[in-house]
């Protein structure tokens, strides 16, 4: 699948003849790549997705996610043809150190809405580069969301609405479980999930990505 842009004004270009291959069917990471004014193709892996290691730290496991996605991804697109960069992602809930995946069921998201209402969590965006001659870039980003301290029934309702069904602690601060949180401090991109300021950041450094109108990157 190959998608275009936005009609906003390009921010960022690649090099001419590159192009960006997405590890991800997220709705929002395709947003943010055509809000920039990117053109990009996406490509998934076959693997499932690894589960948590005893005892592994909710960063280290979303940058191992995030690397196994990518690497799944790029077997999955074969050789490129011409210089390439292959983007993927994992975005992953910590409460202390438990990491709340996407819930089983309604039943499930109940719970996990409970433990985070009047409390404050971690939401960690990894991020995996592949680019031209095999470089491999891993990052992460993490920003503290607090939760009011939201009675039963609006947990039960928005459990119900089906948006968290989904969703790495059950929640989408994107939509509807936006009125659940009380504060962000970090990034709101990280919370979304692909933390933009520090993608193009590293990007930019390597010469993988252009501001438009402004000549090379430096």
Do not use: N
Request: aromatic share 6%.
């Amino acid at each position: 699948m190959t998608a275009s842009v936005t009609a906003w004004p390009s921010l960022f270009a690649l090099p001419g003849g590159w192009e960006l291959v997405l590890a991800s069917h997220s709705p929002r990471r395709r947003q943010f790549l055509e809000e920039w004014g990117l053109a990009y193709r996406i490509v998934t892996g076959r693997d499932e997705e690894p589960r948590p290691r005893a005892g592994e730290a909710p960063a280290a496991y979303a940058r191992r996610a995030a690397r196994a996605k990518a690497l799944s991804a790029a077997a999955a697109d074969g050789q490129a043809a011409g210089p390439r960069v292959l983007l993927a992602a994992d975005t992953i809930v910590a409460l202390g150190e438990d990491i709340l995946g996407k819930p089983a069921d309604r039943a499930q998201a109940l719970e996990m809405l409970r433990r985070l209402a009047g409390r404050t969590h971690e939401v960690i965006s990894a991020v995996c580069l592949l680019g031209p001659q095999d470089e491999e870039i891993v990052f992460h980003d993490v920003s503290r969301v607090r939760f009011a301290p939201w009675p039963e029934a609006v947990l039960a309702a928005y459990a119900a609405t089906g948006e968290p069904d989904d969703k790495a602690g059950a929640y989408a601060i994107q939509g509807q479980g936006a009125v659940l949180v009380e504060a962000v401090d970090g990034s709101w991109s990280t919370v979304v999930g692909l933390p933009v300021s520090r993608l193009a950041q590293e990007m930019l450094s390597r010469g993988w990505l252009t501001p438009v109108g402004a000549g090379p990157a430096v």
